[in-house]
């Protein structure tokens, strides 16, 4: 079995604006994002991406807007050789309609898990909010709870320890 880091989006991989980022002009890669997930490679680890995007569901932008930005994402990790496995994002709005996969339901987590024969016991979701944590511990993986827009390299000591 693999062993994974889950990862959050906003906050985590690009600055938390305190709004919906679903421009490219809004989204800033966080300063030591390449590093982080470079030695998180190094060390095995496969990397996923689980986000919440209900700006789709409330009708603010559209699916085609968060793909056109994951786009842009991903070629930039791939200039720094950095591969991530998936990116899901959960579309619905609490106020709009329940689902399970909205963190901190565990939908996308089991789709991960499952899909890259992720081992849980031997992975961590780095998130900024307790939502986060919460999705991955509810599948066996252990969280770990950062602040917005800090050092990512810090948040994966842990990883990195074990």
Known sequence: ??????????GVINRERGDYTFRIEDFEILP?????????????YLLVIISNQSGIGR?????????????YLLDELKKHHIHIEEIYYCVHHPETGSCLCRKPDSLNVE???ARF???PK????????ERDTIAGE?????????????????AIQPCLAK
């Open 138 to 154: 509810k599948m066996g993986v252990k969280g770990i709870l950062i602040e917005s827009n800090t050092s990512l390299v810090e």
């Open 59 to 71: 009708g603010l932008f559209k699916i085609e807007d968060t793909e056109k930005m994951h786009g």
């Open 117 to 119: 024969n992720i081992d």
């Open 111 to 113: 789709k991960a898990l």
């Open 122 to 129: 031997k992975s961590f979701f780095i998130g900024d909010k």
């Open 32 to 44: 030591d994002v390449f590093e982080a997930l470079q030695m998180l490679q190094k060390a095995g």
């Open 1 to 10: 079995m693999n062993k994974a880091v889950l990862l959050d989006r906003d």
